[in-house]
T-cell receptor, first 118, second 113 residues
Framework: GAVVSQHPSRVICKSGTSVKIECRSL??????MFWYRQFPKQSLMLMAT?????????EQGVEKDKFLINHASLTLSTLTVTSAHPEDSSFYIC??????????????FGEGSWLTVV | GENVEQHPSTLSVQEGDSAVIKCTYS??????FPWYKQELGKRPQLIID?????GEKKDQRIAVTLNKTAKHFSLHITETQPEDSAVYFC????????????FGKGTKLSVKP
């Protein structure tokens, strides 16, 4: 099946700095990628929809100036957490639609990135 | 907005027993409902999914049922094993065939040997 790779898997940064997380579709093109955030013991919450060649669509309550999304190619979307604060510490995970095993499309998740802001 | 309610939040069963997790969705136009298993610190793993043109789907010990009229779907795990212990999420596809998933709050399943 399709593979979505995310990097880094873990990152620790100082409060006030910025962190970039990459999401790549390795063997397929993804015009749309989704970014989720998951706090400990909670569900996955959609942050934004990343669209290749155009602006991302943010969910209500997600600051677009804080969570910068760039989808410059059909295989790469990046999420940059700017001026990170401890409350931004979370598990960030991306996903994209790819060809499924039975001919239909299936959504594939990246490995996820643990962000700790100290 | 769209919402998926999932119950129970925690479920403890004895090894060999069955486990059932239920979800209710709000958008009658939704037509794709996947179930994910997530182990701590890892990405969600698709374990089974169902589309609105069928009412039930089975894959070995796992089955999913869908009631479109009532707008609810359920995950059934039979002959549970300790390795089934994880958090399970139901989801609803929103926004068309290439849309995003809306997740339930999750069910922590514990299977006791």
């Amino acid at each position: 099946g399709a593979v979505v790779s995310q990097h880094p898997s873990r990152v620790i940064c100082k409060s006030g700095t910025s962190v970039k997380i990459e999401c790549r579709s390795l063997d397929f093109q993804a015009t749309t990628m989704f970014w989720y955030r998951q706090f400990p013991k909670q569900s996955l919450m959609l942050m934004a929809t990343s669209n290749e060649g155009s602006k991302a669509t943010y969910e209500q309550g997600v600051e677009k100036d804080k969570f910068l999304i760039n989808h410059a190619s059909l295989t790469l979307s990046t999420l940059t957490v700017t001026s990170a604060h401890p409350e931004d510490s979370s598990f960030y995970i991306c996903s994209a639609w790819g060809q499924g095993g039975h001919g239909g499309n299936t959504i594939y998740f990246g490995e996820g990135s643990w962000l700790t802001v100290v | 907005g769209e919402n998926v309610e999932q119950h129970p939040s925690t479920l403890s069963v004895q090894e060999g027993d069955s486990a059932v997790i239920k979800c209710t969705y709000s958008d009658s136009a939704s037509n794709y409902f996947p179930w994910y298993k997530q182990e701590l610190g890892k990405r969600p793993q698709l374990i089974i999914d169902i589309r609105s043109n069928v009412g039930e789907k089975k894959d070995q010990r796992i089955a999913v049922t869908l009631n479109k009229t009532a707008k609810h779907f359920s995950l059934h795990i039979t002959e549970t094993q300790p390795e089934d212990s994880a958090v399970y999420f139901c989801a609803e596809l929103y926004g068309g065939s290439q849309g995003n998933l809306i997740f339930g709050k999750g069910t922590k399943l514990s299977v006791k040997p």
